[in-house]
């Protein structure tokens, strides 16, 4: 299916996708998210590939389930899903891009004026 890409396994472009869903606040704390059915109908996949990527968001606490109901966002899972990305976001770019400064030999000010002259060039541009 043209939505998903194979750079990771589709269950996890699921639960990004749902993710992204609360990030953006299209459904907010103790919303009902679809159902799996209704997910497995749309994006055309396994209810096993919905489930799994579903059941990774009960486990990091920003879903939870009402028996008999569906799954409902949790109460400050935008906030929780704000801290993860803040932490992913350290450890992908900011922790490499330090790495790659030292050997470098930049100082924190040559780090801080490279990203100045990125964003005002970006700025121009735009």
Do not use: C, W
Request: charged share 30%; hydrophobic share 35%.
């Amino acid at each position: 299916m043209s939505q998903f890409h194979d750079k990771k396994p589709i269950f996890l472009q699921i639960k990004e996708k749902i993710e992204d869903q609360i990030f953006k606040e299209q459904i907010k704390e103790h919303e009902q998210i679809p159902s799996t059915t209704q997910m497995v109908h749309f994006y055309k996949v396994n209810h096993i590939t919905v489930s799994k990527g579903i059941n990774l968001l009960v486990e990091d606490g920003i879903i939870y389930k009402k028996r008999g109901v569906g799954m409902f966002v949790a109460e400050g899972a935008k906030e929780k899903l704000v801290q993860n990305r803040k932490n992913e976001f350290a450890d992908n770019f900011v922790l490499p891009m330090i790495q790659e400064a030292e050997k470098l030999g930049l100082t924190e000010r040559d780090i801080t004026g490279i990203i100045q002259k990125l964003k005002e060039s970006d700025h121009h541009e735009s």
